[in-house]
């Protein structure tokens, strides 16, 4: 059976930081009707069944309503943790389920999350979120279309996709021996006392950072690297960052839009491309934020390596897709189909 799942994030786009900035919302209204428009998408591409998780919305429920349309929807039987737990488990279980390909609805910190369930998930990230560098702007019936056509195998997922990087992050020292974690885009290390935070980043309290992509046209630090260094997603190198708090007047100011809407100064004192799988150490005391989520206390007598690979999501080209169904004839009808 072609399968395609679709990882919707409910609390995407309307976090506390919109309080703060111009950030745009990601209503619930908003959700139901992208999860609708994809799933009519991949039916027309000939996908058998959906796999979705149930959310404390409603969304996936309320889009499945009175779908009328030849598929099979399943749900599947998760328990809620309300964090980032969520879409680990459901990417997992999406795995484990045969998706062909996958639908996320989300930012940077939700892909991320589906990543470290599913390191090389056949992805489609649709934007739904704050910052987002990893995923894309597309219309979601069209995003539909091209999971289904993938999940079909009408259209070849390895000609058609590519592994995204991602920074690799281990951790020595301390009682817990080696810990691995990972980011899509940045890894910071900032003097920051408070996990879990989603408060905007002070300039005065931002050290270093390594990316896997600086696009200048980018919010947040995939923005601010991109004024400096750009680095597409599809080259093979990241790009390190050492920073200076702004007050002690280091050589290099750069004037970024750290969060939509929202300028900030932030001081550089060393800026340099970063070849594939070559490390950059970081010790603590401090705290390391992933895909600008605060995630990780890092104690004294700690390490953290930080090394940019080609081992994330393995991530469709909704375009190419669709251009390749219809040079082959994918969208075709034969003549007495009992469907028009």
Sequence with gaps: MSTVGIL??????????RLLTSAGSSTVEDKVSILRRIIHGATEAGAEEVVLTRDPFSITRRATENLHLPLKVAFLDL??????????????????????????????????????????????????????????????????VAAGLVATGAVSLMAHSA???????EVTGGDTGTETDMALVDAIAVDD?????????????????????????????SGLAGTVLPCPSVEER?????????????????????????????????????????????????????????????????????????QGPRVIDVGAVVHSGARTGAFELRVGNSDL
């Excluded at 002690?248 to 799988?277: M, N």
Aim: glycine fraction near 10%; hydrophobic fraction near 45%; charge should be negative.
């Design 8 to 17: 919707v994030n409910p609390r995407s786009g309307s976090d506390v930081r």
């Design 79 to 144: 328990p809620l943790h309300h964090n980032e737990r969520d879409s680990v488990d459901a990417a997992r279980a999406m795995r484990d389920a045969g998706c062909g390909s996958v639908v996320s609805l989300g930012g940077d910190g939700t892909n991320r999350a589906l990543a470290l369930g599913w390191p090389d998930a056949p992805l489609i990230p649709i934007s739904t979120g704050t910052n987002n560098a990893f995923p894309v702007h597309v219309e979601p019936t069209v995003a539909g």
């Design 163 to 169: 592994r995204a990087k991602v920074v690799a992050v």
């Design 193 to 221: 006392p408070y996990v879990g935070s989603l408060e905007l980043f002070d300039p005065e309290t931002m050290m270093l950072g390594v990316l896997t992509q600086a696009d200048p046209a980018a919010i947040g630090f």
């Design 238 to 310: 990241g790009v390190v960052l050492e920073f200076a708090p702004p007050s002690q007047y280091p050589a290099r100011l750069i004037r970024a839009a750290l969060a939509p809407g929202w300028f900030a100064a932030v001081g550089l004192v060393r800026s340099e491309y970063l070849d594939l799988d070559t490390p950059v150490e970081v010790d603590g005391p401090c705290l390391l934020a992933f895909d600008g989520e605060r995630s990780r206390r890092l104690h004294a007598g700690q390490t953290a390596s930080l090394r940019v690979v080609r």
